[in-house]
């Protein structure tokens, strides 16, 4: 069966595997979906990430981060452009997420990028989800 929104799939595949305290996850591969673990990863949210598998059932293995007293680093993932209503905005109308404890994730012109990262180049595009 054909998923109709990945990045919502991956988004509650990672907050499933969280709640579940497990290691790590599995999601089928993309491009936005490597560039949305990249940001991940970058910002400290996940340890790793790997891509497994031969074509054309590759998949990213994602490494959940937990803090020493067994919390999950990532407390919340929100998707906000789904494709029944997508969600665009300007460089100045990137939003906060909890002033500045989590990211946003932004599809631009320039590629996949944080909000703050989107703002600092002055570009605006696709809100894809919140972080936190």
Same mark, same amino acid.
Request: glycine fraction near 10%; aromatic fraction near 6%.
């Given at each position: ?11 509650t ?7 579940a305290?497990h ?6 591969? /993309? ?12 910002e400290?949210f ?7 598998g ?14 020493e007293? /067994?919390?999950?680093v ?6 906000? /452009? &789904? ?10 109308e ?14 631009? /012109? ?9 703002? &600092? ?12």
């Open positions: 069966m054909a998923v109709s929104d990945p990045i919502a799939d991956m988004l595949r990672i907050r499933n595997a969280v709640m305290r290691d790590t996850v599995a999601v089928p591969v /993309s491009r936005v979906k490597l560039y949305i673990a990249k940001i991940l990863k970058q400290g996940i340890s790793n990430y790997e891509v497994i031969n074509q054309p059932h590759r998949q990213i293995k994602i490494h959940l981060k937990y803090y007293d /067994s919390t999950p990532i407390t919340g993932l929100e998707r906000i /452009s &789904k494709p029944g209503l997508r969600v665009y905005c300007q460089q100045g990137i939003p906060r997420v909890y002033g500045g404890l989590g990211i946003t994730i932004v599809s631009t /012109s320039g590629g996949v990028m944080t909000g703050q990262q989107a703002w &600092k180049n002055g570009v605006g595009g696709e809100l894809l989800c919140k972080v936190w």
